[in-house]
């Protein structure tokens, strides 16, 4: 059994359980400790069962509370070494860090995790493949673009949580400054939703792929059903689609395969 949770996503702070029955993992810790805790104990978790939590990269929204529940939780922070150096005042006072490399293999628990690398405007940027018991899960936001080696990490996986993050028209004809826009829609910035179902649509066709939850929605530059019916209008199979929201979790969603 595979299981995962997000306790929310977006620019304000991102953050998504991952378990099977007997380990737990927190990837990425973007709001505050507190509100960590109040998140997960609302799905029915505690933060002191943590395995670990992974770091995906060192911007604001994916560690903000990091430090925090590495003391309170005693929960072990795993991320590449070029994320510890970037955010290293950010991690001040916490505990229990260990580095990865890109595509080491990691076993937290009975969960196997593979790290990833993303392109991204941080240090050093990083998804994730988790697998327990034959089911697989990717994880992949914050990012430009996708890769061909994303591709081939990725096109096993029974349930891909993929950033959505803006709708290009939204974006250009927008509120953001045009500097903020460019980077946006750079290959190291964020992922359209275009794109997202394109790559979507290509791990479908390969028929293992059964579910994906959109993560990363912008609230200025997309709407979450305009990025639903992008997603969906692309996809030549019928596929479960998930929204993840920022302000909520969403329910517990069993990774299935086939
Ligand atoms: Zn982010
Ligand atoms: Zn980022």
Redesign the pocket.
Known sequence: MLEMIMLGSG?SG?ACIVKNADSMILIDAGFSGAEIKRRMQLVGCEPDDLEACLITHE?G??IKGASIISRRHKVQLLMHPATKRAGHKKFNGAERMRHFEMKEVMELGSLRVTSVPTLHDSASSTGFLIESGGASLGYL??LGAVTEDNFLMMRNVDFLVMEANHDRDMLWNGPYPPHLKARVDSRVGHLSNHDSAEFIALLAQLGKLNGVMLA?LSEKNNDPELALSTVRQRQERDLEIFLARQDQPSKPIEVETK
Request: aromatic share 0%.
């Open positions: 620019s991102n911007h929204d994916h936001t914050d990363h």
